[in-house]
Structures are given as structure tokens and as C-alpha cells.
């Protein structure tokens, strides 16, 4: 079990140049940058520093919420 652990481990830092297969960096879903107005940037950004999490996981938590209260069907 370590064996293979260490195994995936090197084969991971031989492709160190290849982030995106690095054994060592979280899978994560492909983003795009969105335009917001100065002051709501600056107040997500105090909120993402209160709740401890990155920008684009708030921003994600307040959109998915926002499509969720069917506020925007037609």
C-alpha cells in the first residue's frame, strides 16, 4: 500500500512540469474571469477573508444559491 503511495508520488514528480497530472495539486474545474463593480469586488473580498475561503468558492456559493432560488426562470 506505502509502496504504491510512493510510487504515484514519483511518478507525479517526474511530470513536474506538467501541473495539471501533478499528483500534489487538487483537481480543480476550469474557470472564467467575470467583471464586477469595484465596490462588490471589495466587499467579496472581505467576506472571503471573514469565511476563511478563496474568492471564486464564494463567488460560486452565492451564484449557485442565486440559480437555486428560481428567482431567474423564465
Do not use: C, W
Amino acid at each position: 500500500m506505502a509502496k504504491d503511495y510512493l510510487q504515484q508520488i514519483l511518478t507525479g514528480l517526474e511530470k513536474s512540469d506538467d501541473f495539471e497530472s501533478s499528483v500534489f495539486q487538487p483537481k480543480t474545474e476550469k474557470t472564467h474571469p467575470v467583471q464586477v463593480r469595484e465596490s462588490t469586488y471589495n466587499t467579496l473580498k472581505k467576506l472571503s477573508f471573514e469565511q476563511g475561503i478563496k474568492i471564486v468558492d464564494l463567488v460560486d456559493i452565492m451564484l449557485q444559491y442565486a440559480l437555486d432560488s428560481h428567482e431567474f426562470d423564465k
